[in-house]
């Protein structure tokens, strides 16, 4: 078989996430590719919370004709808004206003499991395979064929062999790179799913709760979005600097420190926001009594300068560059790579390791800027004295008064990568 990139036909795609199924939409649909999935879960997974999508990966999705879907489910929640402790509201920001008008799109907030409603059934429609409970134990490569085997006994071969599974991918430690291990950021979140009652939904002065609403503590973030149109269920998350267990990043240590953590999330939260009474905190603690189920997941990222294929093999997504989710871009950034991928799959002239080769460097330019952005973000989530958040407050609450009134948000500061076009990018 030829090394010519164009010569490839099938590809074997592992994982069942989005960037697993949406990588599969985008080369069936745009290469004539025929992939299969293969996910290590027994079903499709009913974990997760919300998920935030900006422009650069709305524009995407509207190209895969499954935008109009997201949106039926999802709630377009392109404000930040700025609360205080004592309920006041500091400030708030457009954070898709400038991006939305270079490319027709803004900010959408859905649930995980809502997206991946969305894309099974677009997959489903397209005859697309995607079979669950393959534990992937081994790959090689032969003839021109890549060759992987299943803890069941089960083999499959194809022209090549696409990486979607995630921060701990097993496509990158059984292959491409096992050396590399994840990084924990010292950030962990918790996050709730509730549905809202009417004292929710009319709780503050502007009427229902119809964006991002970030209240500052001394101890990490706590915001609020809705995740449908009607704003009827409320994704809300703390995110806060939690310890590396004694145990290091081992299941046991994790799992250990995590439910110590949930058991005092809502006492914790409860007297981050102390005793002021006002309209928006007294809503903030009815939130949180009200929560029943509160959900723990470490953050972690990928070190950068890592490689991201070998031979024929090629990973994506999280798997090649997971960051942490302060700048909203998992889902877009992904997307991106599959459009790129896609892109790249088209050349007529590239070899197989010359094409890769140059995918990666076009793509690390963009995902190590992402990173960084991502991490800026981040700092609002660690420990600081109750003096400091007050410093914080007025900090933030005089910068979105001067991008408003100087004229800023008109430059498109701090959204311009929003406006990036994949689709221009040639091999």
């Not at 010359?354 to 995902?367: D, E």
Request: aromatic share 8%.
């Amino acid at each position: 078989m030829a090394n010519a990139i164009k010569d490839i036909q099938n590809t074997i795609i592992i994982g069942g996430g989005p960037a697993a199924v949406l990588a599969a939409l985008r080369l069936h649909r745009s290469n004539s590719i025929s992939p299969v999935l293969y996910e290590i879960r027994p079903k499709p997974t009913t974990l997760g919370g919300a998920i935030g999508i900006p422009a650069n990966g709305l524009r995407l999705l509207n190209q895969l004709g499954l935008y109009e879907e997201c949106v039926a489910k999802s709630a377009l929640t392109s404000k930040l808004v700025l609360h205080a402790l004592n309920g006041c509201v500091m400030g708030e920001m457009d954070m898709a206003d400038w991006s939305e008008k270079q490319t027709g799109f803004g900010y959408l907030r859905i649930r995980r499991t809502d997206l991946m409603d969305v894309l099974l059934a677009a997959a489903e429609r397209e005859n697309i395979p995607i079979h669950f409970g393959k534990v992937l134990t081994a790959i090689e490569e032969k003839d021109g064929r890549v060759l992987v085997q299943f803890a069941d006994g089960t083999t499959d071969s194809a022209d090549f062999l696409l990486g979607c599974d995630g921060i701990h991918s097993s496509v990158r430690k059984l292959y491409v790179d096992p050396d590399v291990t994840p990084e924990y950021t010292g950030i962990a979140n918790m996050f709730s799913l509730i549905p809202a009652g009417h004292d929710l939904t009319t709780a503050s002065e502007s009427g229902p709760i119809a964006n991002l609403n970030a209240t500052l503590t001394s101890d990490g973030l706590f915001a609020i979005s809705p995740t449908t149109p009607a704003s009827d269920l409320l994704y809300w998350f703390f995110s806060r600097e939690v310890p590396l267990p004694a145990s290091d990043h081992g299941r046991d240590g994790w799992e250990a420190t995590g439910k110590t953590e949930v058991d005092r999330c809502k006492t914790t939260l409860l007297q981050l926001l102390g005793e002021e009474k006002s309209e928006w905190v007294d809503m903030l603690r009815q939130l949180v009594q009200r929560t029943e189920t509160v959900k723990f997941y470490p953050i972690y990222k990928l070190p950068t300068g890592r490689p991201w294929f070998r031979g024929r093999c090629l990973i994506i997504g999280d798997a090649a560059h997971a960051m942490p989710p302060h700048a909203s871009q998992g889902v877009s950034m992904a997307l991106e790579d599959v459009f790129l991928l896609s892109t790249l799959l088209k050349s007529e002239h590239l070899a197989l390791d010359q094409g890769l080769a140059a995918y990666v460097t076009k793509r690390k330019l963009r995902t190590d800027a992402m990173l960084k952005k991502a991490e800026r973000n981040g700092t609002v989530r660690k420990q600081t004295s109750p003096w400091r958040v007050r410093a914080n407050e007025l900090a933030i609450s005089g910068g979105l008064w001067l991008y408003k009134t100087t004229g800023l948000e008109r430059l498109g500061i701090g959204q311009r990568d929003l406006a990036y076009d994949v689709e221009t990018e040639k091999f």
